[in-house]
């Protein structure tokens, strides 16, 4: 079972930046599909991004394409989001999700098994 830890959630202004971390560990953590997903009170789990073992697929909502990028460190088990523009609609708890072993990417929280325990990202107008 794949542990994982967020880290790197903050309050910023809108135009702001901010670099979410996603330590993983366990026995194949490396070759794991990630997702990054959001949860605004009241709102349903949305879809972020996603990223396969090799970082040779890769995947986007369109509300973030072109603002936030996701990006892998195998040797040291880390998913990153970096987040440009920030706008106050990106406000929620970002959760980092694994799938599992050499698996494609997926929008769907139900193709996730294991889940960190979120990171609140704040941005004020």
């Known amino acids: 079972q794949v542990q994982l830890v967020e880290s790197g959630g903050g309050l910023v202004q809108a135009g702001g930046s901010l670099r979410l971390s996603c330590a993983a560990s366990?026995?194949?953590?490396?070759?794991?599909?990630m997702g990054w997903f959001r949860q605004a009170p009241g709102n349903e789990r949305e879809f972020v991004a996603a990223i396969n073992w090799s970082g040779s697929m890769l995947d986007y909502s369109d509300s973030v394409k072109g603002r936030f990028t996701i990006s892998r460190d195998n040797a040291n088990n880390t998913v990153y989001l970096q987040m440009n523009s920030l706008k106050p609609e990106d406000t929620a708890v970002y959760y980092c999700?694994?799938?599992?072993?050499?698996?494609?990417?997926?929008?769907?929280?139900?193709?996730?098994?294991?889940w960190g325990q979120g990171t609140q990202v704040t941005v004020s107008a």
């Open positions: 366990g026995r194949t953590a490396s070759r794991y599909t």
């Open positions: 999700a694994a799938r599992g072993a050499y698996f494609t990417t997926s929008r769907y929280t139900t193709s996730y098994n294991d």
